[in-house]
């Protein structure tokens, strides 16, 4: 009984730890989130109210032969049950992805599906609008001599009433849309390989090329990224990419109605994972040291990379802070009480954990907070201040102000 109770009483400690931080109380939601929807995964997924959408790439469910008691006990080999799923190039052809919608009562359903493999979408305050744009690459072609990538076919879609129905937009199917940044359903953004800059100011019925930042561009590499776009609260679009040659990461601006973007700021030895800025123009970024992770040699890429967090305010650039190394930041938002929000992990463990660090002094001092391990998904909702999370089948949320 003495066991029973101490067993007990861990469980409580146990159970206690995971659903309550510094921050507040994590409230469990369901019990069974998605769990219907299969192969599972929670997706991209936004809540509002009762009512949830997600954005949910997906890899094609695999089967097995049956195998009989002897051939068990003589360990044979399991055989897929039909020939493509033994082959990675056709498991990725078959790779989709779904819009999902529905409300946490009553489960969701599938709104639309595509062939894809990669795939960002954006989402409109009042949950009615969505773009999507997808990547799909037939992964069983063989490379021509002298050509480095695969034809990538991309579609763009649009939706007006929650994903019920779609149109396919025109688009060229050989320029890549990797990033969608939206102001509302009519002015926005799409971000592809190049880098290209594309602007619409009619809901997406006609397009124009911007120039990108001098510099950005890679002419040995036709599929060259920004590290980091992002669209702030000030209705700038910004633009960060690293200049090795000086060691730097180069931040442009473009403001809403330009056609130029303009070089706002350096950050000399970091790579800029994360941008916010709020209604007045005070821009935080949120960097790791050093130069991009795959630029670097592989010896140098275990090295200790610490995230930071700085502030420009227009006229000068300060490091507010800087995290342990163990501490690797991915994202960093506004909360309604313009607080900052360091949303990554502690790479201290072999199975590492989800963390979040709060500041509400701009940055000068930060409350951390572990929120364990295991996570599926989550998202944290700049409107509401609500954080989300998946555990399991289990989705859970708390209060950020």
């Known amino acids: 009984?003495?066991?029973?109770?101490?067993?007990?009483?861990?469980?409580?400690?146990?159970?206690?730890?995971?659903?309550?931080?510094?921050?507040?109380?994590?409230?469990?939601?369901?019990?069974?989130?998605?769990?219907?929807?299969?192969?599972?995964?929670?997706?991209?997924?936004?809540?509002?109210?009762?009512?949830?959408?997600?954005?949910?790439?997906?890899?094609?469910?695999?089967?097995?032969?049956?195998?009989?008691?002897?051939?068990?006990?003589?360990?044979v080999r399991l055989e897929y049950s039909e020939h493509w799923m033994a082959s990675p190039a056709e498991r990725a052809n078959r790779r989709t992805v779904r819009i999902l919608a529905g409300d946490l009562e009553d489960g969701v359903e599938q709104r639309f599906e595509e062939p894809a493999q990669q795939a960002d979408w954006w989402l409109s305050s009042n949950r009615n609008t969505i773009y999507l744009a997808t990547g799909w690459t037939d992964r069983t072609q063989a490379r021509l001599p002298g050509q480095r990538y695969l034809p990538q076919i991309t579609q763009l879609f649009k939706s007006t009433d929650q994903g019920q129905e779609w149109e396919k937009l025109p688009w060229p199917e050989d320029q890549n849309i990797t990033y969608l940044r939206f102001l509302d359903a009519q002015r926005g953004y799409l971000i592809g390989w190049g880098p290209k800059l594309w602007r619409t100011k009619d809901g997406a019925d006609h397009w124009e090329e911007l120039p990108i930042p001098e510099g950005s561009s890679n002419p040995e590499n036709s599929r060259e990224q920004f590290d980091l776009v992002a669209l702030g609260e000030d209705n700038v679009l910004r633009m960060a990419f690293y200049d090795h040659a000086a060691d730097a990461s180069r931040i442009h601006a473009l403001p809403w109605g330009e056609d130029v973007s303009q070089e706002s700021f350096t950050i000399p030895g970091h790579t800029v994972m994360d941008v916010a800025a709020n209604t007045e123009g005070m821009v935080f970024v949120l960097t790791t040291q050093g130069a991009p992770y795959f630029s670097l040699p592989s010896e140098e890429r275990e090295a200790p990379r610490p995230s930071a967090v700085w502030g420009w305010n227009g006229d000068t650039l300060q490091q507010l802070h800087e995290f342990p190394p163990e501490l690797k930041g991915y994202a960093l938002y506004l909360t309604p009480s313009e607080g900052l929000l360091f949303d990554g992990i502690d790479e201290s463990s072999l199975r590492g954990s989800n963390v979040t660090a709060i500041s509400y002094d701009g940055g000068a001092s930060w409350e951390i907070e572990n929120e364990g391990s295991s996570s599926q998904g989550g998202y944290y909702d700049t409107i509401t201040g609500e954080r989300w999370r998946v555990a399991g089948y289990s989705l859970y949320r708390r209060e950020i102000p």
Do not use: C
């Not at 861990?10 to 109380?25: D, N, P, Q, T």
């Open 1 to 75: 009984m003495r066991r029973f109770r101490w067993a007990l009483a861990m469980l409580v400690v146990l159970v206690a730890s995971y659903v309550i931080g510094s921050g507040g109380v994590w409230e469990r939601v369901s019990n069974d989130f998605m769990k219907d929807d299969t192969p599972y995964g929670p997706g991209d997924f936004r809540i509002r109210g009762e009512q949830m959408l997600s954005m949910k790439l997906t890899n094609p469910e695999t089967t097995f032969k049956h195998r009989t008691d002897e051939e068990v006990a003589d360990n």
